[in-house]
């Protein structure tokens, strides 16, 4: 079974548009995270959720708006994409943001694509 | 700012030998380390972790190394087998909750 799961796997798209990622976690786990990384394989924490209330928010443009309707899914839209925004996605979750030690676990990755 | 790691080295190890990944970093505050796999087309997966309070923890092949003095943290894999090619990050927990800064990784390539 996979623990954290994101759909689509990969999307393409158009400048402009808006656009939904999702995120699913079946390991029971209070914390879920998004991060970007890009094309040099850089990876950066852009949001974390802690039982749905928002903990961590990094410096994302404000097109960028996270979504947590349960501890278990994390959304991720993004409103007037900009080809800056091509990067792959990855959603993760944690135990518990309160124990700094907790691992972090990390879905698939979503390729974003924006022409 | 405070950085952790490399920019994207390539590391070439023989299938068999010993492999050795290095990464620095800068924010000494900074007590919980982890490292951490990428393979081709997948996200990242948890290797090993090691606390501030530590200086080297072992697993199944794998060995950190953490030194505070000079703030280095490595990655030693034994006997590379192919399937241990991957980009390979560590990363530094910076505070309570949860934030990961993540280093520029290193590139592994095990030829046969």
């Known amino acids: 079974d996979t623990a954290v799961s994101q759909t689509p796997k990969y999307l393409v798209t158009q400048m402009g548009n808006d656009k939904s990622i999702k995120c699913e976690q079946n390991?029971?786990?209070?914390?879920m995270y998004w991060y970007k990384q890009d094309s040099k394989k850089f990876l950066k924490i852009m949001f974390s959720?802690?039982?749905?209330?928002?903990?961590i928010n990094e410096t994302v443009p404000n097109r960028f708006s996270p979504k947590s309707p349960d501890k278990a899914h994390l959304n991720l839209h993004i409103n007037s994409l900009e080809l800056g925004d091509s990067a792959v996605y990855f959603c993760?979750?944690?135990?518990?943001?309160?124990?700094?030690?907790?691992?972090?676990?990390f879905g698939p990755g979503t390729r974003l694509t924006v022409l | 700012g405070e950085s952790v790691g490399l920019h994207l080295p390539t590391l070439s190890v023989q299938e068999g030998d010993n492999s050795i990944i290095n990464c620095a970093y800068s924010?000494?505050?900074?007590?919980?380390f982890i490292w951490y796999k990428q393979e081709s087309g997948k996200g990242p997966q948890f290797i090993i972790d090691i606390r501030s309070n530590m200086d080297k923890r072992q697993g199944q092949r794998v060995t950190v190394l953490l030194n505070k003095t000079v703030k280095h943290l490595s990655l030693q894999i034994a006997a590379t087998q192919p399937g241990d090619s991957a980009v390979y990050f560590c990363?530094?927990?910076?505070?309570?909750?949860?934030?990961?800064?993540f280093g520029a990784g290193t590139q592994v390539v095990v030829t046969p």
């Open positions: 390991l029971g786990h209070d914390t």
């Open positions: 990363a530094e927990n910076e505070d309570s909750w949860g934030k990961l800064q």
């Open positions: 924010n000494s505050a900074s007590d919980y």
């Open positions: 959720y802690n039982n749905k209330e928002l903990i």
């Open positions: 993760a979750s944690s135990p518990s943001a309160a124990l700094s030690t907790d691992t972090q676990y």
